[in-house]
C-alpha cells in the first residue's frame, strides 16, 4: 500500500500532467493576437520565408499568435530541462523557413526557446518565494534573414507554488504576564507566524496552532493563536512563571505539512491576596525612662508574602495609649513598625504598657473580598527607672521688676524637684555666661532671684538668664530653665525736642503764618502711652513776636505775630519752649527754638539770611557779585599759569637738542701729565631708562619670584628728571630678591674701556715722535671725521 509522501507525489505528477495538456491544446485552438505579414503591409504580399523567386502567396485574413497562460512548478530538480509550453502561430507550416525568438526576464538563462518548434524549457531551479512570475516577449522571424513575421507578443509564466517552507515566528521567543488567579479563558498573549508559500494556491500557507508544552495551565485558540488561561487557581506566591511551547502547523494541520514552533514565557503578576502576618503575637521592650522624646523604643515587623505595593502595610497603635505616651511609624524599606517615644516616660508615675499594634495593607484589591488584610500584635513595654536630674516647674520663667528697684529686692523664685524616689536636695545656681554684668543673684537653697546692681530700663529692657539645678549627691545631673526679666519704666527721663530745629521766617510773612512744627521725644515707656504738655516759659508768656499753637497730636505750631521782622534790626530769635510728660511724678525739661529771618521771594522760596545782603547797593545782586568773585579768580590762575610757564622757559636743559648725543667734550685742567681720555657719562641712558641693561640675577640660586617686566616711565627730553629715576631704580635693587647679596662685590661706577687713541692733545702729537694713526676717526661720525683730517695732515707734514 503506498504511503502518504508516494500519494502526495503522484497527485503532483498528475496535476503537472493535466496543466501540460490544458496548455499544449490551448495554444494549437485559441487565437490571441497578432496579424499576418500581408494584414502589416495592407494587402497580400509574398513571404519571403524560402519561397521561390516570383512565387506568391494567396492573401490571407488575420494571423497571429495562439497558446494560454504557462506555468512552471517550482523547485523542479530533475536532470532534464522541465517543458514549460510551446509556442504556435499559423505562419508555421512546418516549412522551417520561420523560427521563434524569444526575450525579456530570464530569457536564455532562465528559459530556453526551440526555434524551430516553439518549445520553451525552464533550464534551472526555480523558487516562487524568491519571484512568482516572468514576463517575456515571443516573436516570429525569417529564419535566414531575422526579420520579424509578427509582431512581437507578451505572455508571463507563472511559478507554480509547493509546500517548501516551514511556518516561522518572526517575533518569537515571546514574553507576557497575567495577573495571578485570573479566571479561565483569560487572554495571556497573541503571537504570529508567517509562511512565505503562496497564501492562495492550495493550503501551503494555511496554518493551524496548537500547544506542545504549558498544558494544563494554558491553551492556544488553532486559529488566531491566542494563549488564554486554562486551569483557574494559579497562584503567584507557589508558581511565578511559566515556560509554554507553541506550534504553527501549514497544510491545514494535516499530517505531512511543515511546522515551527516558538516559546512564550508567561509571568505572573502580583495581586493583594495575601493579608500581613506579625512573626510574633508579642513583643516586649525594655525603655529607661530618660529616653529622649522622637527616639526609638522598638520595632515591630508584620510580612506579607505578596510583592511591591500589595506588600506595603501601615502600623497604627489601637489600644493601650491613652496617655499618648509612643508613636509608630512605617519604615517603607524594611517595611517596619518603629515605636518612638511621644511624651517624656517617668518610672514614679507608670512602669509599663501593653499596646495592641494593627498591620494594615495600604492597597486593597478590588478582586478579593472583605476590605483591606489587617493582622494585630501585643507590645509590652516595661519602664526601666534611671536617676534623673531635677526637674523645674517651667520651662520658661517670666518675671518683672521696676528699673528703679533696690539692691537685693527679690525678684523671684524658680523651683526644681528631683523625680527620682531618692528625692535628692537640689541646689540653684545661675550661669554666669548668660549673666556677665552679675546683674542678679539666686539663693542655692530656695531659688529666690534677687537685685545685685541698679537697674536701667533705657539702657536694658530685658535680661535673659539660665538657671541650673542640680542633685546634692551627683552633680552630673543638671537641669536648666531659662529666665527672662523684664524691666518695668518708671518715668525718670524728661520729655526733649524730637531734633534740633532750624526755623526760618520770612521778612514777608503774614501774621499767623507758621515758623515750625515741633514734636518731642521720651526714653521712658509709660503703659497709657506718651502725652506732652507744650508751653512757653512764664517770662516769654506775653511774647510779642511768637506763639505756639496745640496741634493735638502731640505736635505744636509755632506761629508768628505780625509781618514786621527785618534782618537788619535782628536776624535770630530765640524762643525756650517747656515740655512736659504725663508720667508719674511728670519730667519736664526747656528746649529753645532758634528762628532766623531770612529773605525770601514772592512764592516764599528762602533766600538768603544774611543781615549784610539788604545793604548792597541797588541792581547788584548776590549772583553778580559771585559772578565778579569767580572771574577775578580766573584772572589770578591765568597770571600765575602765565609766570610759570615763563620760568620754566629760563631754565636750562640738561640736553640742548632733540639729537642722541653720545659723547661730551670734558675740559680737564689737569698740567702735569697730560690728558687720559675715558668714556664719559652718558646723560641720555638716564633719558631712556627702558633701554638700559637691568640688573643681573645670581645664576646660583633660583628666584623665588618671577617680575613682570615694567613699562618705562620716563619724562620726555626736555624734563628728565634724574634724581626721582635713581631713586626709583634704587628702591628695585633694594627689593630684587634675584639680585646678589649686599656682602658681594659689585661694580656700580663703569668708566669705560680704553681710547684706541693715546692722546687727542694737539701739543703732544707736536712734540712726540708718536706713530699713532687717527684715520679711525673717521669712522666715528660727521663730528670726529674732520678731527682725523686735522690730525692726519700734521702726520703729513712731519714726514714731508
Known sequence: ?????????????????????????????????????????????????????????????????????????EEFSGRDPILVGRLHTDLDVGSKNIKYVLAGEGAGTIFAINELTGDIHAMKRLDR???????????????????????????????QDINDNPPQFIEGPYRAS??????????????????????????????????????????????????????????REMREEYLVVIQAKDMGGHMGGLSGTTTVTVTLTDINDNPPKFSKSLYEFVIPEDRLVGEMGGKVKANDRDIGENAMSTYNIIEGDDQGSFEIITDTQTQEGILRLKKPLDYESKRTFTLKVEATNIRAEPSTSGGPFKDTATVKITVEDTDEPPVFSKLVYLLEVNENAPINTVIGTVTARDPD???????????????????????????????????????????????????????????????????????????????????????NGKPGQVVQIVSAVDKDDPIQ???????????????????????????????????????????????????????????SSTNTLTIRV???????????????????????????????????????????????????KNEPLIIKDD???????????????????TEAFDIATLQNPDGINGYL?????????????????HSGPNGVDVDEFINVRLHEADNDPTAPPYDSIQIYGYEGRGSMAGSLSSLETASSDSDQNYDYLREWGPRFRRLGELYSVGESDRET
Request: proline share 6%.
Open 129 to 159: 518565494e524568491e519571484k512568482a512570475e516572468y514576463t517575456l516577449t515571443a516573436q516570429v522571424v525569417n529564419a535566414d534573414t531575422d526579420e520579424p513575421l509578427e509582431p512581437p507578443s507578451e505572455f508571463i509564466i507563472k511559478v
Open 659 to 677: 639729537e642722541d648725543v653720545r659723547e661730551n667734550i670734558i675740559r680737564y685742567d689737569d698740567e702735569g701729565g697730560g690728558e687720559e681720555d
Open 529 to 587: 502711652g506718651h502725652y506732652f504738655d507744650y508751653r512757653l516759659v512764664p517770662e516769654m508768656l506775653n511774647n510779642p513776636n511768637f506763639t505756639i499753637k496745640n496741634n493735638q497730636d502731640n505736635t505744636i505750631s509755632v506761629l508768628a505775630k505780625h509781618d514786621t521782622f527785618r534782618r537788619q534790626k535782628q536776624k535770630l530769635y530765640y524762643l525756650p519752649i517747656i515740655v512736659t510728660d504725663n508720667g508719674n511724678p511728670p519730667m
Open 421 to 507: 524616689a531618692s528625692g535628692s536636695i537640689v541646689r540653684y545656681f545661675i550661669d554666669r555666661h548668660t549673666d556677665l554684668e552679675r546683674q542678679f543673684n539666686i539663693n542655692v537653697d530656695d531659688g529666690k532671684i534677687t537685685l545685685a546692681k541698679p537697674l536701667d530700663r533705657e539702657s536694658d529692657t530685658w535680661h535673659n538668664i539660665t538657671v541650673t539645678a542640680t542633685e546634692v549627691r551627683n552633680h552630673s545631673q543638671i537641669s536648666r530653665a531659662n529666665v527672662a526679666i523684664r524691666v518695668m519704666d518708671i518715668n525718670d527721663n524728661a520729655p526733649e525736642f524730637a531734633d534740633e530745629y532750624d526755623a526760618v521766617l520770612c521778612e
Open 1 to 73: 500500500m503506498p504511503t502518504r509522501s508516494e500519494e502526495m507525489l503522484m497527485d503532483l505528477w498528475m496535476s503537472l500532467l493535466l496543466v501540460w495538456i490544458t496548455c499544449v491544446s490551448s495554444v494549437s485552438m485559441t487565437p490571441i493576437t497578432g496579424q499576418s505579414r500581408s494584414t502589416q503591409t495592407g494587402g497580400p504580399a509574398a513571404v519571403a520565408s524560402g519561397l521561390g523567386e516570383g512565387q506568391r502567396l494567396l492573401s490571407r485574413a488575420k494571423r497571429g499568435w495562439v497558446w494560454n497562460q504557462m506555468f512552471v512548478l
Open 697 to 713: 640675577p645670581r645664576k646660583d640660586i633660583k628666584p623665588d619670584l618671577q617680575f613682570m617686566p615694567r613699562a618705562g616711565q
Open 178 to 235: 497575567v495577573p495571578e488567579m485570573s479566571a479561565v479563558g483569560t487572554p495571556v498573549t497573541r503571537v504570529t507566524a508567517t509562511d512565505a508559500d503562496d497564501p492562495v494556491y492550495g493550503n501551503s500557507a494555511k496554518l493551524v496552532y496548537s500547544i506542545l508544552d504549558g498544558q494544563p495551565y494554558f491553551s492556544v485558540d488553532p486559529n488566531t493563536a491566542t494563549i488564554k488561561i486554562a486551569l483557574h487557581g494559579m497562584d
Open 598 to 648: 531770612c529773605g525770601c521771594s514772592k512764592e516764599g522760596i528762602v533766600g538768603s539770611c544774611n543781615a549784610e545782603a539788604s545793604v548792597l547797593p541797588i541792581g547788584l545782586s548776590m549772583g553778580a557779585l559771585i559772578a565778579i568773585l569767580a572771574c577775578i579768580i580766573l584772572l589770578l590762575v591765568i597770571v600765575v599759569l602765565f609766570v610759570t610757564l615763563r620760568r620754566h
